[in-house]
């Protein structure tokens, strides 16, 4: 199956910096996605993002299909973006770590 | 509803127990996901429900896992002689069922435990 690998696995910022998460992908696929969950466990799906580049506020992401990665851009980052973001690819919706993002007020 | 709700919140039960889980999906919702979630193997896809067919069930961890839906609504997920590493916890999410594209929006979980 595909394989699906996130980086960093941690990442601490200050509140009000910005960050990139990455999602790299083994085999070419036709459905990305990429959720948060914060930390009381609630899931939110954020991008569907196959390919191009979507932004919703402070948040964009961007998906290189034919470099096999997608990129999760936070900007000036808040204490309520904390939790881990994760990446799933394909039709069986196959999962990365995730990515534990935690902001410092 | 206003959202997806899920019952029960928690589920504690003994080895060789049948269990069911329930998800209540956002009213008009055609699609429905259901999702495990555990220390061991993270996050994985089940299965999904389009109206009250599942087209792919193959994302089910073994023959002791069923799920069902009806009425084009609320989902069940069943399962049987469950095992210690059953103990999970189990998401469902719904979406308006235009396709993967469509945005899923989540239910809060069944914790489930198996001892």
């Known amino acids: 199956g595909i394989q699906v690998e996130q980086s960093p696995p941690d990442l601490i910022l200050q509140e009000g910096a910005n960050s990139t998460l990455r999602c790299n992908f083994s085999d070419s696929v036709n459905n990305l996605q990429w959720f948060h969950q914060n930390p009381w466990g609630q899931l939110i799906n954020l991008f569907y993002i196959p390919s191009g580049t979507k932004q919703n506020g402070r948040l964009s992401a961007t998906t290189v299909a034919t470099e096999r990665y997608s990129l999760l851009y936070i900007s000036s980052s808040q204490t309520t973006d904390s939790g881990v973001y994760f990446c799933a690819v394909g039709n069986d919706m196959r999962f990365g770590a995730g990515t534990r993002l935690t902001v410092k007020p | 509803g206003a959202g997806v709700s899920q019952s029960p919140s928690n589920k504690v039960t003994e080895k060789g127990k049948d269990v069911e889980l329930r998800c209540d999906p956002i009213?008009?919702?055609?699609?429905l996901y259901w999702y495990r979630q555990s220390l061991g193997q993270g996050l994985e896809f089940l299965i999904y429900f389009q109206g009250n067919s599942a087209p792919d069930k193959s994302g089910l961890p073994s023959d002791r896992f069923s799920a069902e839906r009806t009425g084009g609504s609320v989902s069940t997920l069943t399962i049987q002689r469950t095992q210690q590493e059953d103990s999970a916890v189990y998401l469902c999410?719904?979406?308006?069922?235009?396709?993967?594209?469509?945005?899923?929006?989540f239910g809060p979980g069944t914790r489930l435990l198996v001892l």
């Open positions: 999410a719904s979406s308006g069922g235009g396709g993967v594209q469509e945005t899923q929006y």
């Open positions: 009213s008009g919702h055609t699609a």
